[in-house]
């Protein structure tokens, strides 16, 4: 293939697992994505990616197309950067809004990593769980874990957010069964349905807190069970995922700025970054340990 763009259908199809989610990747239709599959599949005269219960999977020769298609992205980003580290205008403030989860637990080393290859752009970072107001100036490029965002917005939707139930490794061996108790959001409102995807729906919600950082921490305290982010959960080696207990994949991850501020060479330069470092931690943001 000589086309770029059939390489990008690729990985989309490859990350996202299903037409839709390809298409959601690309801005375009699932129609769109299995009439060029199909165009692609002629040219090689041969199966790139095979269908599978609940979607597509790369066949042997897929694998090879997704490597080389990776190594050309890889390409791409690297030259988007040096164009923009080289541009006169990286200077000055600009400001960064995420939620304190992925401040605290997966991005503070590569943040602080920016400002040193970038030490003119004077990085502010606003750790919220509210969504920083765009259109109001509250922030020039925001991260976010969301089912729907507003529509004006420009930006990249990355892949979902894998969630799981953990609990500190010594909490159920000794804690009498009877004694058992959740660690929950405050009033079920951003997981309706948690209790009856969990593996222990009849155990009793023992204290509710309104944030997930508090909640992490209520957990490793042995307050209890609960649920929390894989790439929260995942690297403490006191927590445990619960028995019977698999990643569910929630919000899509957006990294988004607003349309009067999207060509501006910094602005730019920090989503590309941003985005090649949350990508290069897929499996542990999905929690595929």
């Not at 997966?106 to 602080?112: F, P, R, S």
């Not at 750790?127 to 969301?146: H, M, P, Q, Y």
């Amino acid at each position: 293939m000589k086309d770029w763009n059939d390489y990008s259908l690729i990985l989309a199809l490859h990350r996202a697992g299903t037409l839709r989610g390809a298409a959601i990747m690309l801005g375009t239709t699932h129609t769109t994505v299995a009439r060029r599959l199909s165009l692609m599949h002629k040219q090689f005269n041969a199966t790139i990616f095979e269908r599978i219960p609940g979607g597509y999977r790369a066949t042997p020769l897929g694998e090879q197309i997704v490597t080389t298609a990776k190594q050309i992205e890889s390409l791409i980003s690297e030259s988007e950067r040096g164009y923009c580290a080289s541009d006169n205008q990286l200077t000055g403030p600009i400001t960064l809004s995420l939620g304190e989860p992925m401040s605290q637990f997966l991005l503070t080393k590569e943040l602080g990593e920016f400002t040193k290859l970038y030490p003119s752009i004077q990085l502010k970072v606003k750790s919220s769980t509210a969504f920083a107001n765009l259109d109001k100036g509250e922030a020039d490029v925001v991260i976010r874990g969301a089912y729907q965002l507003p529509e004006h917005l420009i930006g990249r939707r990355l892949y979902k957010l894998g969630l799981c139930f953990y609990a500190h490794k010594d909490y159920c061996e000794k804690t009498p069964r009877s004694d058992w108790q959740w660690v929950a959001p405050l009033e079920n409102q951003i997981w309706p349905q948690w209790l009856a995807e969990s593996p222990y729906p009849d155990v009793p919600i023992g204290i509710t807190i309104d944030d997930i950082v508090s909640r992490y921490h209520a957990i490793i305290n042995g307050v209890g069970m609960g649920r929390t982010a894989c790439f929260m959960g995942d690297v403490n080696p006191d927590l445990v995922r619960l028995p019977g207990s698999d990643p569910i994949l929630k919000y899509d991850i957006w990294i988004l700025t607003h349309p009067d501020l999207y060509e501006q060479s910094k602005v730019k330069l920090l989503m590309q970054f941003l985005t090649d470092t949350i990508m290069s931690k897929r499996d542990l943001v999905e929690g595929r340990i």
